[in-house]
């Protein structure tokens, strides 16, 4: 009695620890009474998902997400539980979507008793989703979990909070790999829910809705009911109460265990096909002064088809800024292109792609704007490019002239100018006599005869003085600021990056 005690007390503690699995218990050679399951607590098995996917460090400030639904409060009250151990600062946000008027209202006032008796901080905001959808011309759903985003970088922003914890749970993630399938999706859809990205985490993650309302009745602890989460008008809805219970009555009945093994043998693979594309990212994409996208096409197109769309799905997505990956018929339209089919095309939202030789430039269709006063016998940074411009006055006999186009570095007649000089990027209808012609030129003319694409023209800076433009920098000054034989004093003027 005493070994088979010492036994299971040895096994109790590998088992919290994670250092015994299952499989390995089984592989044991013990005595018949020895072939015992232990039965462990729902805070201890949401702990070991949080140690081994390192979702929690030690003081962190954590903004929980509050519906007042079984799921959410499920996770603010074990994440309560766990408040000690890690020495955790906990908020709670409630947002109103402004669907369901007077369930809001009842949620909202639950939650705030809630978080007082638990005693966290309790934040709540309001959206009016219905009408923000309508402008957006966005489905609910989506435009609702946009907003919900929106505020969660904003709140934990200025609440300094290093994560924010979501209640997803294993059902949420069987019904995501269901409803991408359905909707069209490739091998990075059928990863489902990651269990963190970036500062949002889910504690939850291998824990079953059936699970999590079993804890709230054990531990007589009370929560609201969505009603629209009965109605099968949202698709994610039917899916949930609909399609899953016929598949798992006529099909089969483990197949939330086929999809999440499904789901991690995907999930590895990816592991290793995502090296693959960060390993062409670095050799192909680079970054123009003010950040703008370039990929070098020649060892670009030379890549293999699924590693194409796969880095034209990065770089859509490093530029817009958005979560979710463009749709197949945008990165085929990209990789149009990139394969000289198209010598551009604009995609959502207001990003353009253009190909010019063997560069792809992929940029927000935004235009940079910036203006400042030109030191003299000084620098002069512009933060907005990262250039900085360096200007020096000499005598006439201390320097050698030499015409060179499209140079970092021009010396112009000093007594020609008429001060102050500005550095500032294009205008529209900007002109300027460029060095030999005879008339005035329109700047967009002469960037076009250099082939110069419209995408990076505002990168451009121009030097300018009260009576127009001396210097389109890094191509041509003005003849009129041109050094002759009478010239007495220059400026030399040059840039280069900060750093």
Sequence with gaps: MATKTNFLHWFALECQ???????????LDLAPELIILPIMGLSDRVKKTIERNKLIAVGDSILVALSGGPDSVALLHLLTILKQDY?????????????????????????????????????????NIPALSKRMKKGMEETARDFRYEQFERISKRLKCSKVALGHHVDDRIETILFRVFRGTGRTGLQGIPVKRGKYIRPLYDVSKHEILKYLKENKVKYCVDQSNVSIEYNRNFIRNKLLPQIRKRINADVDSAILNLVETISEEERFLEEMVDKGYRQCVSFTSAGKMVVALKPFNDYHLWLRRRLIRRCI?????????????????????????????SIAPHIQCHRQAEKLFIARLEKLHFSKELALDGTTVISELGFKFR???????????????????????????????????????????????????????????????????????????????IWLAGYEIAERVKIDSKTKKVLKIEFAGVN
């Design 87 to 127: 020495e955790l600062h906990l908020h709670a946000l409630y947002i109103n979507h402004r669907i369901r008027v007077r369930a809001a209202f009842k949620e909202e006032k639950f939650c705030r008793r809630l978080c007082q008796k638990l005693s966290v901080n309790f934040e709540t905001i309001s959206g």
């Design 391 to 469: 200007t020096k006055i000499l005598a006439n006999e201390k320097v050698i002239v030499r015409k060179v186009r499209q140079s970092s570095k021009v010396i112009v007649d000093f007594d020609k100018l008429t001060p102050p000089l500005w550095v500032r990027s294009i205008e529209s209808g900007d002109r300027f006599r460029p060095l030999g012609l005879r008339g005035t030129k329109k700047i967009g003319d002469y960037l076009t005869d250099r082939k110069v694409i419209t995408l990076v023209r505002d990168e451009i800076p121009v030097i300018a003085d009260a009576h127009g433009i």
């Design 17 to 27: 620890k994670g250092s015994l699995s299952i499989e390995e218990y089984f592989s």
């Design 317 to 345: 997505t490093t530029v817009s800024g958005l979560r979710n990956s463009p749709d197949k018929e945008t990165v085929e339209r990209v990789l149009e292109v990139a394969g000289g089919e198209k010598r551009s095309v």
